[in-house]
């Protein structure tokens, strides 16, 4: 049984079918799944994982940014739909972080195809000139909003903004479940959220999934 408190953004038997129903993934996949179990590291969740593999092999990016790489784990599940030739560069301010994202590259045997840039993706952003057909958003949430603009002047035409956790434990959506502590945190993304929608630029929609995603394609 899946465990949720209040702050569940679905009930928690409508997650536990979603996972159940969700192939399951085995090999380095698995094994990065127990480790950021293990190790308390956090990746999307699998209903997420599932939304941008659907999303990937849609669009067979040939350039994917994604900002906040972890231990490397969504990179290297969106690295599989990539067309021939196409690379991955993500972003991840931590060091030590940063360098077991490079490991588990490597033994992926993806070093060639994903690029780990260790900085602050507010510094980063603005330097970058490529165009991307997938912008993934997975880093820190209140900063979202201060990196809205880059990402809509990376992506290419017809290009996808993904934005992971933007419901944040159903805090967004209602002021009774926000936590003191995360009071900026809300602000911004309600921000963030309400600035996607409102961007002439994109077509955006708001799901309530794992813990909330937006999706927006450039328009």
Known sequence: MVEYDKDAIVYPYITEYLRNETPKHDGFLKDLEEYAEKNSVPIVQPETAQLLSVLCAIKRPLRI???????????????????????????????????????????????????????????????????????????PKAHYIYMLNDCIRLLKKGGLLIADNVLYKGMTADDEHVIRRKITIVKRLRRFISAQMQRKELKTVLLPLGDGVTVAVKI
């Not at 972003?91 to 070093?111: F, H, M, P, V, Y």
């Not at 602050?120 to 997938?134: F, H, S």
């Open 65 to 139: 940014l994604e900002v906040g790489c972890a231990i490397g784990y969504s990179s290297i599940l969106m690295s599989e739909f990539l067309s021939d030739g196409g690379t991955i560069t993500t972003l991840e301010w931590d060091a030590d972080t940063a360098q077991i994202a490079r490991e588990n590259i490597k033994k992926a045997g993806l070093s060639d195809v994903i690029n780990v840039i260790c900085n602050d993706a507010k510094e980063v952003l603005p330097t970058l000139t490529a165009e991307y057909d997938i912008v993934f958003l997975d880093g």
